[in-house]
């Protein structure tokens, strides 16, 4: 779950991403695992047209025979070679 105040929005020349509407610390802690929903099991993938496939293999992973997605903007998180944010886990 993200723990600050966040909006989307269009990244000139990058394309969409997430922003602070807040100032942050360092060392603030600014996302906690857990904001996960299981969607399905992998069996019903079938069930899905190629829009509904390509989206959840974007967005989405895989645990065991189930498949997750965010319940939260956590997707639009910058994912650079060269991040500003840092993974304490």
Same mark, same amino acid.
């Given at each position: =779950?993200?723990?600050?105040?966040?909006?989307?929005?269009?990244? /000139?020349?990058?394309?969409?991403? %997430?922003?602070? #509407? +807040?100032?942050?610390? $360092?060392?603030? #802690?600014?996302?906690?695992?857990?904001? &996960? *929903?299981?969607?399905?099991? $992998?069996?019903? !993938? @079938?069930? %899905?047209?190629?829009? *509904?496939?390509?989206? &959840? *293999?974007?967005?989405?992973?895989?645990?065991?025979?189930?498949?997750? !997605?965010?319940?939260?903007?956590? =997707? &639009?998180?910058?994912?650079?070679? +060269? /991040?500003?944010?840092?993974?304490? @886990?």
């Amino acid at each position: =779950m993200i723990k600050v105040k966040t909006i989307i929005k269009v990244s /000139p020349g990058k394309g969409v991403g %997430l922003f602070a #509407l +807040e100032n942050i610390m $360092k060392g603030q #802690l600014i996302y906690d695992e857990g904001s &996960y *929903e299981k969607i399905f099991h $992998k069996d019903n !993938l @079938s069930n %899905l047209n190629q829009h *509904e496939i390509d989206y &959840y *293999e974007n967005y989405s992973w895989r645990v065991g025979d189930y498949i997750y !997605l965010s319940t939260d903007n956590t =997707m &639009y998180i910058n994912h650079s070679n +060269e /991040p500003n944010i840092d993974d304490i @886990s």
